[in-house]
């Protein structure tokens, strides 16, 4: 009889202690191929669990932070005196052991998970046991600055300090933020989230401030975002897009915690910790004249910067793994992996739209491929971004139209001469800077409508709801 076998019999007949205790074997692939139930009393666990990967068991795992991958792929044993799993409905409390199987000649042939439940409760009830957080763990890297990042994020949610996230379109901010309430003594409270570029800037007010019944035609008494948060956390994201007159506003009620609704004759306190989030660097905003310096430093006490997905390529493949699991789980089917066809597509690809770009590609494949693999039949739409890309390294002539998305830093070179010749009238005083800016937000405004079907595929490329967008042609009279 090979050793492992035996080794696997010793495990299973382990006697429970008197504790919850829980047996798991996995083969070397990472599929679940025995389960021995302890009293967890998680319904038809035992049913569902077996010929499944522990990713796909547990919502919140992934390859970077479950100790049953770790375990097969390095040959490294775990401890885990606490650790929070997510199922269905169900948090679980764990401590435990997890080690690899070894055969007679050393080689893995598969993970043993022994654990003990320490707690069982429906989800969104857990508080001080939780111990990490959904969102930080579903930011899933390898990349050595990404992991720095998310150890700051860890010590940085223990305080109240205002926080400023850099990062371009569909980096993932908005995770970090939640990461930040998560983790902070404010958890339990409100988190509640405002994109500022969502809604004209002549309702922003009323948003944040609330408003009194009559104060004007139309208004009832309703609570601001400040007193709906009141306790937690107030994430402001595209904080970039916000009208200068709204950040005086907001600086004042910021500092001096009260705010006022419109028409109201009361100041009301409030205890918020602010974070905010901008996909254009502060130092941008401040120079061009587009962010208040005294706003700007009001709201980022702390500062972090979220490198892009093409700073991180080693990422791409745990991230393409990710979403795959992700939406095999969501649409119940099984696809494995990229074809190699597919995968070489992919990191041709420079990703301008990041992770956001990255999961939406993945998601369309899904509603396309009827193999095992996604194939370069299911990826139409990233082929010919690739291609277009191509045919403009190589200096070929384009299609009118087809001139889209930008990669390496490549800028289409109509926008650069429009923007040296607006640069030199405003320096040499001929027009406005407002003028010059407004000039450029048309252009390229016009080009992603150009290259795009419809409003919300041009707002994606663009980074804006189709609201927004609608609200900018207007404005623009481009429409």
Known sequence: MNNYIQEILRIIRTKNDGMVQSVMIFNKEGILEYYKKGDENLGNFADEVVGKSICDIY?????????????????????????????????LIISGTTCPIRDETGDIQGAADIARTVKVQKQRECSDVCLESDALNRIVTGDDGMVRLKKRISEIAKSDSAVFLYGETGTGKELFAEALHDLGKRRDRPFVTQNCAAIPGSLLESIFFGTEKGSFTGAERKAGLFELADGGTLFLDEVNSMPLDIQAKLLKVIEEQRVRRIGGEKDISFDVRVVAASNEAPSALIDSGRMRSDFYYRIAVVNLTIPPLRERADDLDLLTKYYIDYFNHKMHKNIQGLSQMARDFFHQWCWPGNVRELKNTVENAFNIEKSTLITMDSIPDLIERVALWQQRERGQKKHPGNDHTVCEGNVPERLVTEADKNINQVLSGQRTLSSALQEYERLIIQRAVQQSKTLTAAGRLLGMSPQRLDYHLRKLGLK
């Open 59 to 91: 919502e919140n795992l992934n390859e970077t932070n479950s100790t049953v991958v770790k375990a097969l792929q390095t040959g490294e044993s775990s401890v885990t005196n606490e650790q929070r799993l997510v199922y269905r409905d169900f948090d």
